[in-house]
């Protein structure tokens, strides 16, 4: 049975930092990609970033870019999302997701390319 947990969120004061991590389990996950994506309430889920689990390529949404990290280790089969300068418009659940090698990096911002969810950790940014 495969499984994505989450762990990490919390309350943190603007400027902050927290990382979230995403235990893998059940299944090989070498060469899938990890994504990243948030929501928040009455707004439609959002792509974080991903990286390839094979070669840790990573991408993200550019107004995360500088400020967020995604990283894996192989040996504890676990994804992390660092995440510094930590503003309150990133209150959101964070979900971690998991989607087999697709044709476009494109693809990998659409939340319905990806197999396997996580059941998110909430992460609250006061001002």
């Known amino acids: 049975q495969v499984q994505l947990v989450e762990s990490g969120g919390g309350l943190v004061q603007a400027g902050g930092s927290l990382r979230l991590s995403c235990a893998a389990s059940?299944?090989?996950?070498?060469?899938?990609?990890m994504g990243w994506f948030r929501q928040a309430p009455g707004k439609e889920r959002e792509f974080v970033g991903f990286?390839?689990?094979?070669?840790?390529?990573?991408q993200y949404v550019d107004h995360v870019k500088g400020r967020f990290t995604i990283s894996r280790d192989n040996a504890k089969n676990t994804v992390y999302l660092q995440m510094n300068s930590l503003k309150p418009e990133d209150t959101a659940v964070y979900f971690c997701?998991?989607?087999?090698?697709?044709?476009?990096?494109?693809?990998?911002?659409?939340?319905?390319?990806?197999?396997?969810w996580g059941q998110g950790t909430q992460v609250t940014v006061s001002s």
């Open positions: 997701a998991a989607a087999r090698p697709l044709p476009y990096l494109r693809d990998y911002e659409d939340p319905e390319k990806y197999a396997y």
């Open positions: 059940g299944r090989t996950f070498s060469s899938y990609y």
């Open positions: 990286i390839r689990w094979s070669n840790g390529i990573t």
